[in-house]
């Protein structure tokens, strides 16, 4: 059973640019989370979709940044004219749903440099 | 300030010794998770503890939570050079509305563990 799984693992982009970050989470898994780590610091909670559906986004940046599950594919984290405080490594995690106890499987991350 | 705040954020110790890293957050939590983190890699779980246990071992980690003072600690007993990471502990708040949990991290406790 693959983990989740990010693409690309490092992304350059110029000031402006536009940068795409997927996820495709375990399989069986309906939930999807996208985290982002700036250095030196933990990781900060950004969204959480299920298919179709932003459940929430309270995390998200209200300009350039948005997020989707759709259907069928990967998660998309899309930033839009990307600044250098973007750089950072963007974490993706996957649950099999809701419950207690769950646990979050984290992909390998997404590490993006904004020059 | 944050949820999960760990202490002490560096940690070196000689190969074989015990680590203990802590954790304080100050809100009301479900459950208290640890990760680990590889430099440059992403997240790995290592074990989650529910708001009503005291005490969980896995392997030579142990943990332990007081709900009273908001606290957790994490032990890593005969510790070895591959434990050279970062820790990271993570509170899921109660439910919400939708029944899944949000997941804070802190900002973590670098280990170095010398051969």
């Known amino acids: 059973n693959a983990g989740v799984m990010q693409n690309p693992r490092h992304l350059v982009r110029r000031r402006g640019q536009e940068a795409r970050l997927r996820c495709s989470p375990m399989?069986?898994?309906?939930?999807v989370y996208w985290y982002r780590q700036l250095p030196e610091e933990g990781l900060k909670f950004m969204v959480y979709?299920?298919?179709?559906?932003?459940?929430?986004e309270s995390g998200m940046p209200k300009e350039r940044f948005s997020a989707e599950f759709p259907k069928e594919g990967p998660s998309i984290l899309r930033i839009q004219q990307v600044v250098r405080g973007d750089s950072a490594a963007y974490f993706c995690?996957?649950?099999?749903?809701?419950?207690?106890?769950?646990?979050?499987?984290f992909g390998p991350g997404t590490r993006l440099t904004v020059t | 300030s944050q949820q999960g705040e760990e202490d002490p954020q560096a940690l070196s110790i000689q190969e074989g010794e015990n680590a203990t890293m802590n954790c304080s957050y100050k809100?009301?939590?479900?459950?208290l998770q640890w990760y680990r983190q590889n430099s440059g890699r992403g997240l790995v779980h290592l074990i989650l503890?529910?708001?009503?246990?005291r005490e969980k071992h896995s392997g030579r980690l142990r943990v332990t939570l007081d709900t009273s003072k908001k606290s957790s600690s994490l032990l890593i007993t005969a510790s070895r050079a591959a434990d050279t990471a970062s820790y990271f502990c993570?509170?899921?708040?109660?439910?919400?509305?939708?029944?899944?949990?949000?997941?804070?991290f802190g900002i973590g406790t670098k280990l170095q563990v010398i051969p």
């Open positions: 399989k069986g898994h309906s939930h």
């Open positions: 503890i529910r708001s009503n246990e």
């Open positions: 995690a996957s649950s099999p749903g809701t419950g207690v106890s769950y646990e979050q499987y």
């Open positions: 993570a509170t899921a708040d109660r439910f919400l509305s939708g029944g899944y949990q949000k997941v804070t």
């Open positions: 979709l299920q298919k179709e559906n932003i459940i929430d």
């Open positions: 809100t009301s939590i479900n459950n």
